[in-house]
Nanobody, 122 residues
Framework: VQLQASGGGLVQPGGSLRLSCTAP????????IGWFRQAPGKEREGISC????????FYTNSVKGRFIISRDNTKNAVYLQMNSLKSEDTAKYFC????????????????RGRGTQVTVSS
């Protein structure tokens, strides 16, 4: 199973990007999905998670009020809308899937993708 994260790129501080997580040939609607990021020289960080039905969400403090996670199970996709981007948001972002929502909030997953680079710079 290969999750695919897309939508990254270069954006100026204060700008926005929307990341998408898809999994061709694999149904995501039974899985909680998490977004994680890792910058060079820094530890991996859990950004946001959403339960399989979308009723529960989690955000790490550094992105609360700026990022919004959502999912459209009819399109087999999960999204991360990132607003008011800061230079410290620069990292490679990847999505991961886990049946247990509490597990992925704790940073555990069964499947993950390779990631997409987000660079925030003027």
């Amino acid at each position: 199973v290969q999750l695919q994260a897309s939508g990254g790129g270069l954006v100026q501080p204060g700008g926005s990007l929307r990341l998408s997580c898809t999994a061709p040939g694999f149904r995501l609607d039974d899985y909680a999905i998490g977004w994680f990021r890792q910058a060079p020289g820094k530890e991996r960080e859990g950004i946001s998670c959403i339960s399989s039905n979308g009723n529960d969400t989690f955000y790490t403090n550094s992105v609360k009020g700026r990022f919004i996670i959502s999912r459209d199970n009819t399109k087999n996709a999960v999204y991360l809308q990132m607003n008011s981007l800061k230079s410290e948001d620069t990292a490679k972002y990847f999505c991961a899937a886990e049946l247990d929502y509490r597990a992925i909030v704790a940073g555990l997953w069964t499947w993950r993708g390779r990631g997409t680079q987000v660079t925030v710079s003027s």
